[in-house]
Structures are given as C-alpha cells and as structure tokens.
C-alpha cells in the first residue's frame, strides 16, 4: 500500500506528557499537511511543509506544538505538556504540489486523561 | 475569505432512494470544490473534486455534484442509496490563491434498510 500512513492509530496520555506522532506521506509528494479533527467537526487546518520548509502556521498551533520533515520525507507533530483539549484525532495528508488533491492518513487518535 | 457550510448535519433515507447533502460555499476567487466521505475508524476519501472543467461533477461509488456559481452551491447526490454509503461527508474548499482547504462541519449520512 503506498498511501499515507500514520504512527500511532491510537495514543492515550496523561496530562503534562509530551507525546509525538509521525506520518508518512506518498513518497513522490512534496507537500505535507496536518490537521486537527474534533468531535463533530470537521478537520482544521494546523500547519504545511513544502519539501522541509514549513511554509504556514495555523493560530490553532500553540508553542506546546511543533511540527518538523527534516528531510523533506516523513514527518513529526510534538505535543509538549499535553492538556484535556488536546484530545482529538490527527490527520495527515500528502499532495504533489500546492492546490492538488490532498490525500489523508487514517489518523491518530489522541485522549489526554 | 474562503468558507463552507453543510446545511445539514444530519440526513437519513432509506435504502435505494436518492441522496442529497446540500453545500453552499463562499470564496474570494474562483474555487476549487471537493467532496469527502470518512468512513468510522477509516481515513477520508477523496469523492470527487470540482476545478472549473464540468459544472457536473462525476465522482465514485455513484456520486456526483453540480457547481452553480450563481447560488454558490455545490450539493451532492446520489440517486439511490446503499447500505453502504453511510459514513460522514465533507465539503471542502480551497481558493485558486491559496494551498489550504477548509472543511465543512461534516453531514453524517444514514441508511435505513
């Protein structure tokens, strides 16, 4: 399967824990973004990399959280010092190029008790 | 600014009747439009996607949406309903200007045999 994938699916914590998620975009695709979905909502836009560059910052992203692609490949989203309303599911997805189709990861699942 | 509302988060018809999630869209410049479908504990799938070819949009699994710039709508149907077809639907917009999408709050599609 050459889709996105995402590592965890799944990632409960306590509160004050750092915790960190990688995805793993479409190996030909310049661009990586991430999103925030909550309960009922739809996915928010949190941040973007073109190759390792991260091009925007979404007002969404707190300083507890920070998003690298040292290589222009996979990618990590850190959250330091997590809190309640960090729970949420994380979403991954990959284009070729800017204004492409987007191609999403199954998520990673996060509950901070 | 770009924006997106589902004017239903909720609709429920029965087995092999037609569907219709309704969309009405906002944006600056000529959008793009894109229908999503996220299926429980499943990544979101690309339906189909409007960039100023077809106002009549052809996409998988029997879906397809119209564009009407006069109404800025961009609704989609189905004409006959499957089982299978109950999961969340999403639509989604992004400005010819800008790389990011943003999402509607999501209309949860059930089936009833």
């Known amino acids: 399967d050459t889709g996105v994938s995402q590592d965890p699916r799944h990632k409960i914590t306590k509160r004050g824990q750092n915790v960190t998620f990688r995805c793993d975009p479409i190996?030909?695709?310049?661009?990586l973004y991430w999103y925030r979905q909550t309960l009922g909502q739809g996915p928010e836009f949190l941040t973007y990399?073109?190759?390792?560059?991260?091009?925007?910052k979404s007002r969404l992203l707190s300083d507890r959280f920070s998003a690298e692609r040292p290589k222009g490949s996979f990618s990590t989203l850190e959250i330091q010092r997590t809190e309640q309303g960090d729970s949420a599911m994380y979403l991954c997805?990959?284009?070729?190029?800017?204004?492409?189709?987007?191609?999403f990861g199954p998520g990673t699942r996060l509950l901070v008790l | 600014a770009q924006s997106v509302t589902q004017l239903d988060s909720h609709v429920s018809v029965s087995e092999g009747t037609p569907v219709l999630l309704r969309c009405n869209y906002s944006?600056?410049?000529?959008?793009?439009l894109f229908w999503y479908v996220q299926h429980p504990n499943k990544g979101l799938q690309l339906l189909l996607k409007?960039?100023?070819?077809?106002?009549l949009v052809k996409g998988i699994n029997g879906f397809e949406a119209e564009f009407k710039k006069s109404e800025t709508s961009f609704h989609l149907t189905k004409p006959s309903a499957h089982m299978s077809d109950a999961a969340e639907y999403f639509c989604?917009?992004?400005?010819?200007?800008?790389?990011?999408?943003?999402f509607g709050k999501g209309t949860r599609l059930h089936i009833l045999p």
């Open positions: 997805a990959s284009s070729p190029e800017g204004r492409a189709t987007q191609y």
């Open positions: 190996s030909e695709h310049n661009r």
């Open positions: 990399f073109q190759n390792e560059a991260q091009l925007e």
């Open positions: 944006s600056s410049y000529s959008p793009s």
């Open positions: 409007y960039t100023s070819a077809a106002t």
């Open positions: 989604v917009v992004s400005d010819r200007g800008d790389d990011k999408i943003i």
